[in-house]
């Protein structure tokens, strides 16, 4: 099956140890198909960089 997951549960998942675990649940079926697109992506990115979620989220060291 293929699923979109949305910005919500990813945002949730930063914050919240259930959420996480819902998302953990849906990331680790091997009988879904996780769709992502640009646009999911740069919705996220935008999300997670207000001020209100910069301290559950670390900037990715490379």
């Known amino acids: 099956m293929k699923i979109v997951i949305d910005t ?3 945002v949730s998942a930063l914050i919240n ?3 996480r675990w819902r998302l953990d649940m849906l990331l680790l ?3 879904l198909d996780i769709l992502l697109d640009d646009t999911l ?7 997670i960089n207000r001020p209100k979620f ?3 989220v ?4 490379d």
Not at 58 to 61: F, G
């Open 41 to 47: 992506l740069a919705e996220l990115h935008e999300v």
């Open 8 to 10: 919500n549960l990813y």
């Open 58 to 61: 670390s900037p990715r060291s």
């Open 54 to 56: 910069r301290r559950n």
């Open 29 to 31: 079926n091997d009988t």
């Open 17 to 19: 140890v259930n959420s």
